[in-house]
């Protein structure tokens, strides 16, 4: 059986879901799937980037990355999301690379995928839960599977996120216990999406 297909799509703007993003390729490589990490594009004016020294850095630190494709979500078998909260919800940036997959989606090529999705905010209760469960809508919407890493490894019981990785970006940089649940969450969509592929062509 061929390795699965696993494309990790993010948007970050100061790094911290960038390094989550990282993390989640890492698991999923070690999980033996082919993986493509891809930043979405940047939507935000030139005035907004430079006023915010941590954004303009991180923005120079990933200019390489390259952005996705209609092309990836139809490699992948399996997709995880990563976004920072805005207000509660998904970033813009993510949301207009997502609002842009409506001819893939008439098609029905974005159903019988695995979907997941990873998050961070500045504060604790600040709508991690309410932004993973709003890009969730979309998964139900293309006819995804979705893959929650719910509280079936040790890891989660110390992350304590079922809906998926998330970091409080306000106490610092995600650490090992958020890499780690990242790894895992990945690892558990790649061997889902395994698993399909292989009772599929049973
Ligand atoms: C417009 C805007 C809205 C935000 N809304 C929230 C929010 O509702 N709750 C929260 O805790 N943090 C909020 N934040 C903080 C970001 O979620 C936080 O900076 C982000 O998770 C860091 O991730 P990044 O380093 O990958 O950009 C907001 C930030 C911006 C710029």
């Known amino acids: 059986m061929d390795p699965v297909n696993v494309a990790v799509i993010y948007y970050s703007a100061t790094g911290t879901v960038h390094a989550l993003a990282q993390a989640a390729a890492e698991g999923a490589e070690k999980a033996g799937a082919h993986v493509r990490l891809r930043k979405v594009a940047e939507t935000a004016p030139p005035e907004a980037i430079s006023a915010n020294e941590a954004w303009s850095q991180h923005v120079r630190d990933t200019a390489e990355l390259a952005q996705p494709s209609h092309d990836d979500l139809e490699w992948a078998d ?26 893939l989606w008439f098609a029905g090529k974005l159903a019988d995928k695995v979907y997941s999705a990873f998050t961070a905010s500045n504060t604790p209760h600040g709508g991690q839960e309410s932004t993973l ?9 293309w006819g995804g599977i979705i893959v929650p890493p719910g509280y079936t490894d040790p890891v989660q019981f110390k992350s304590g996120n079922p809906y998926g990785t998330s970091h409080v970006a306000g106490g610092g940089k995600p650490g090992d216990v958020a890499l780690e649940a990242a790894r895992y969450q990945a690892r558990r969509v790649a061997d889902t999406a395994a698993a399909l592929k292989a009772g599929r062509a049973a």
């Open 78 to 103: 399996a997709v995880l999301f990563g976004t920072p909260t805005r207000f509660g919800n998904p970033a813009s940036q993510l949301r207009a690379f997502i609002d842009g997959t409506g001819p």
């Open 133 to 141: 469960l709003a890009l969730a809508n979309t998964f139900y919407h």
